[in-house]
């Protein structure tokens, strides 16, 4: 179904904001599944670097070669360990009712970083492809969009007591 079909649902929030700095999940058993099954390969791919976590990892001078190996050097471990901890975090949390503001915020790294990664593999560009259920890549294209969407459903629940201008 489409949005434009007036039967669609929008699917029930995922993560909403309960107050407080506080935040509900609401993660399907299937979904959750998903996740912890995902998140021990990303983590892997970090710990290795991986060529698909190089947008993970960015290039801060293009035109240096020096002073990119020295930025490496300096940045790239502690880069790694911010994405290594937010996967622990999800993987700690991901079976309870609430997080907080912190724990939200690792989500949010640890989503990103799969979207990234998993868009690298499949060298997302600007559109998306329409394929057909039965293209082999059907599934990896849909966790990408499942991704895009939870990230959503995070900036939405934090940005909910924000006001407007």
Known sequence: MSEDNPT?????????????????????????????????DLGQLVETRD?????LFPTAYHDDPEKEAEYQGLMANDLA???????????????RPEIDMPALERWMEAINSLRLVLGTRLEVGEDLPS???????????????????????????????LGGP
């Open 8 to 40: 669609y649902a929008e699917p029930h929030p995922r993560i909403a904001r309960l107050g407080s700095g506080r935040f509900a999940l609401e993660i399907p058993a299937e979904e959750r599944r998903l996740l912890l099954n995902l998140l021990p």
């Open 51 to 55: 060529p698909a976590t190089k947008r």
């Open 81 to 95: 360990a911010g994405r290594l901890a937010a996967i622990a975090t999800v993987e700690e949390t991901i079976d």
């Open 131 to 161: 394929l057909g259920a039965d293209d082999p890549d059907a599934p990896a294209y849909a966790v990408y969009e499942y991704l895009g969407w939870l990230m959503e459903q995070a900036v939405r629940a934090m940005s909910e007591d």
